[in-house]
């Protein structure tokens, strides 16, 4: 299982506190950096698109194909090319339930990848 822990700032953002894999670290900072407070017009974007659609965001290239979305690290060094991977369906709920624990502003939102299954929960203490 992999994780990852974004902080919330004092300027009611979030920045990654640590991780412990790349791919859930690819994932928290596309969520914290390109995604944020604003999901919705990515999301419709995502929607419209059934076989193929391909962007660049801040952190982050998503490339959708056959209704597999890929993220890549545009900033990344790394030459093994590290991604996140899941389903048109499960990203959808992903920037969901961000977009719901942004709102709330929790102290840390922790990231867990185990699998195909990716949960986002929130933590005041």
């Known amino acids: 299982m992999s994780y990852a822990i974004l902080k919330l700032t004092n300027y009611n953002g979030y920045w990654l506190k640590s991780a412990n894999s790349a791919e859930a670290e690819i994932l928290a900072i596309f969520l914290e950096t390109d995604i944020g407070s604003n999901p919705f017009q990515l999301q419709e974007e995502i929607k419209k698109?059934?076989?193929?659609?391909?962007?660049?965001?801040?952190?982050?290239?998503?490339?959708?194909?056959?209704?597999t979305i890929t993220?890549?690290?545009?900033?990344?060094?790394?030459?093994?090319?590290?991604?996140?991977?899941?389903?048109?369906?499960?990203?959808?709920?992903?920037?969901?339930?961000w977009d719901e624990l942004y709102k709330q502003k929790p102290k840390e939102i922790i990231i867990t990848i185990d699998g195909d299954t990716v949960t986002l929960t929130g933590k005041n203490d």
């Open 71 to 97: 993220l890549q690290d545009i900033w990344s060094e790394e030459e093994d090319d590290a991604k996140f991977v899941t389903t048109k369906d499960k990203f959808i709920e992903i920037i969901d339930k």
């Open 49 to 67: 698109y059934h076989d193929w659609w391909y962007t660049y965001c801040d952190a982050s290239a998503i490339t959708l194909y056959n209704g």
